[in-house]
Nanobody
Framework: VQLQASGGGLVQAGGSLRLSCAAS????????IGWYRKAPRKQRELVAA???????NYADSVKGRFTISRDKAKNTMYLQMNSLKPEDTGVYYC?????????WGQGTLVTVSS
């Protein structure tokens, strides 16, 4: 399965973006899948995850602002990001939990200006 993240862009602080992760080649409906963020000068971190049953988990830094969801019929996962902050800037990737190193794609760049 290939994972392709999209939807990033430049947004002002306080704004919103919606990221999408489309799977091709196979389905990921039975997997736990999540959004990871690589911020400048920081290690890549998990920001949100969703199980096959729809249970969600968030990093403390994004709780209350980000919402992860998945559409099994479309084989797509989403990340709705609201009230964005400059510290949310980074490249966002989708991957499984646990991480499958073969599935890192190009990611999608989110830049939040102050």
């Amino acid at each position: 399965v290939q994972l392709q993240a999209s939807g990033g862009g430049l947004v002002q602080a306080g704004g919103s973006l919606r990221l999408s992760c489309a799977a091709s080649g196979s389905t990921f409906s039975s997997n736990v899948i999540g959004w990871y963020r690589k911020a400048p000068r920081k290690q890549r971190e998990l920001v949100a995850a969703v199980s096959s049953g729809g249970a969600t988990n968030y990093a403390d830094s994004v709780k209350g602002r980000f919402t992860i969801s998945r559409d099994k019929a479309k084989n797509t996962m989403y990340l709705q990001m609201n009230s964005l902050k400059p510290e949310d800037t980074g490249v966002y990737y989708c991957n499984f939990l646990p991480v499958d190193a073969r599935r890192w794609g190009q990611g999608t760049l989110v830049t939040v200006s102050s």
